[in-house]
């Protein structure tokens, strides 16, 4: 079964890959047809247009006795001029056209992904990451067409144009300007990639790591220069900034090598054709005047095949820009991926669907508060799995809970301990890497937007917009009556504060809720998630930065207001610890030690400690 799920996972894995790219060949093969029809004519109309321009002025230094002789090539090189002008204005257009519509199909197509993971886009990627994989890795794919496959297509149909052509002439000579352009075509292309391909891949890595990194420090700007500091950034990223500038001054002057061989390449098939041109001449094969045809012809056909070891050696980006995209769409496919591997199509539709059907049965289990959250043996890890292999490490490790309804847990530990990242678990913000993470025998990550009917959060910064209290609580829940808001106001102890603002509920709270404290503004935010009323509520350090006075008040209300719900509490003080069902101590992502209060303070010497130094007075 381990082998099967093994190879379905490459299956998805390779199909991911092919939705970006193969669909949009399939969807849009008339239109590259008809631009690779239109790129291979505007080389050959380039090419007879030099063609003619040296018969031309052959024979115009002959001085014929008849205009007719040089009037038909003058024609020609009018039409040959203006038709490569017209076929590749059309061929641009045609290009173009076709690939900016994939390039819309695609950001539709991203945002699609992205939109149903909105509620935990924050958990799932960094900014850096969605900004890069939008401005940056997009365009790179549109480039896979414009600028690497067709370029390369039509050098390859050019390619045995040219070796048919001279065959009418000379095999033996076709066959050796064959062997040049294959140094062209594939020889330089393979040893350019050979070269570059880690250091390209390292370029692009490092500028999404540099992406990443200036937009953390954008949003942290304040918090760099109130700590004087910003110089010490300045110079973390210039480093940085630097080391990627030495890789591509590197690939640079690769390129500019690899310019030269191209052109050496050139020069020797131009030395070849003038050598060959010039003895088939004397032989009485070929008109003298076709000399300077024959040669000036080699220039235009060079510039189909020059440009392709550039074109190969974008292939790692591609790549890079694929990877990117596909590790957003992993959340995704794996949902759709849940179905039974034995049983083919078939067996995954009647998986889902009874997966939707047990999906249903949970949504109304919630609203009948009876929800059981189950973890079983849980690791994760943000590292890919053969980093673990190498010695990486577990954000989770083998972690198992039972929490049925109406139980109060605490999750204690220092930071860096796997809280963030258990709740994470919990939420189906992610999912495990081992074992398994159920609600009601449902995986976490399956819900999907549906997880805030069973699930609500109130953490330690919540957000509160600009417009009036009722509708920052109303957040929680829209179509609530103004009966269930003024109780939610009530719960939350809101209400004195309310009858003191100008307008009442109506009052504007500012960016950010500026007007309020910050007790006040945890508050308006508890009063949200009291009138979204789920039945299990997640507290993620919401008491941090408050004085003590006021902790120990809004944890009071949040316990007085939340009587049968299920709590689960990360923090880092024992304030109310007394009034949990169980607590759990975690360190470096596994639990340490786990019981009751009273249980932990008769056994555990080290939570005792901890307890006095949090709650000096209660152990005295």
């Known amino acids: 079964m381990k082998e099967d ?74 039409a040959f001029g203006i038709g490569r002008a017209v076929i590749h204005y059309v061929e641009r257009l045609v290009g173009h056209d076709a690939v900016l519509r994939i390039l819309s199909k695609m950001r539709v197509r991203l945002y699609n992904i992205l939109e149903p993971q909105a509620l935990f886009i924050r958990s799932r990627y960094r900014t850096g990451d969605l900004l890069g994989v939008l401005a940056d890795d997009i365009e790179q794919l549109q480039n896979v067409y414009i600028r690497t496959v067709f370029p390369s297509l039509v050098a390859v149909i050019v390619y045995g144009v040219i ?50 990194k200036l937009t953390d420090a954008v949003m942290g700007i304040g918090d760099w220069v109130i700590s004087g500091r910003p110089a010490e950034f300045l110079e973390s990223y210039e480093h940085d900034e630097d080391t990627v500038a030495r890789k591509e001054r590197k690939l640079r002057t690769w390129a500019r090598w690899r310019s030269l061989i191209g052109q050496l390449v050139v020069g020797i098939v131009v030395i070849s054709m003038i050598y060959w041109s010039g003895s088939q001449a004397a032989a009485g094969h070929i008109d003298p005047v076709l000399i300077a045809a024959f040669v000036l012809v080699v220039f235009p056909l060079a510039d189909a095949f020059l440009p392709l070891s550039e074109a190969v050696e974008r292939t790692p980006q591609y ?25 083919g199509k078939k067996g995954m539709s009647a998986e889902l669907a009874m997966n939707e059907q047990r999906l249903a049965d949970v949504l109304t289990a919630s609203r009948a508060r009876d929800i059981h959250i189950k973890l079983s043996n849980v690791s994760f890890t943000y590292e ?11 954000s989770v490790c083998d972690v198992s809970l039972d929490i049925p309804q109406g139980k109060r847990v605490m999750v204690i530990g220092r930071s860096g301990a796997g809280k963030s990242t258990l709740l994470k678990l919990i939420q189906g913000a992610i999912a495990p890497t081992e074992g398994s993470v159920l609600i009601n025998g449902v995986p976490a990550a399956h819900f999907g937007d549906d997880i805030s009917k069973v699930i609500s959060v109130l953490n330690q910064s919540p ?40 307008e009442g509920l109506s009052t504007p709270m500012r960016e950010t809720g500026q007007r309020f404290s910050g007790g006040e503004r945890q508050r308006v935010a508890l009063a949200r998630i009291l009138l979204q009323d789920a039945p299990v509520l997640v507290l993620d350090e919401p008491t941090v930065g408050l004085d003590p006075r006021t902790e120990r008040e809004l944890l009071s209300t949040i316990f007085r207001s939340t009587a049968g719900k299920t709590l689960v509490w990360v923090t880092h003080h024992l304030v109310g610890a007394e009034k949990m069902d169980e607590i759990i101590f975690m360190e470096h992502g596994t639990i340490l030690m786990r ?26």
């Open 163 to 212: 070796v048919i052509a001279l065959g009418q002439f000379d095999w033996l000579f076709a066959l050796l300007v064959a062997g040049y352009i294959f140094i062209l075509v594939v020889v330089l292309p393979y040893i350019s990639l050979m070269l570059t391909r880690r250091t390209n891949a390292e370029v692009k890595q490092e500028r999404g790591r540099l992406y990443q």
């Open 463 to 502: 957000h509160l917009f600009d417009t009036t209290v009722a509708n920052n609580i109303r957040l929680g829940r829209q179509g609530a009556s103004e009966e269930e808001l003024h109780l939610a106001v009530q719960q939350a102890q809101l209400d004195a504060l309310i009858a003191t603002l100008p």
């Open 5 to 78: 799920t093994a190879r379905w996972n490459r299956q998805e894995k390779t199909a991911s890959q092919e939705q970006w790219i193969t669909p949009y060949f399939r969807a849009y093969s008339g239109r590259f047809s008809l631009y690779l029809i239109l790129g291979t004519l505007t080389i050959l109309a380039a090419s007879m247009l030099m063609f003619t321009s040296g018969f031309l002025i052959s024979k115009s230094s002959l001085q014929p006795y008849n205009i007719l002789l040089v009037y038909v090539p003058i024609v020609g090189i009018r």
């Open 319 to 343: 790549q890079e820009s694929l990877s990117r995209l596909n590790r957003i769409m992993e959340p995704v496919l794996g949902q759709e991926s849940q179905g039974s591997v034995m049983g």
């Open 384 to 394: 890919a799995k053969h980093a673990i292999q190498s010695g990486g490490s577990y």
């Open 595 to 620: 019981g009751t209060h009273e249980e932990l303070l008769e056994r555990e010497s080290r939570y005792r400690s901890l307890y006095a130094l949090d709650r000096p007075d209660d152990i005295a």
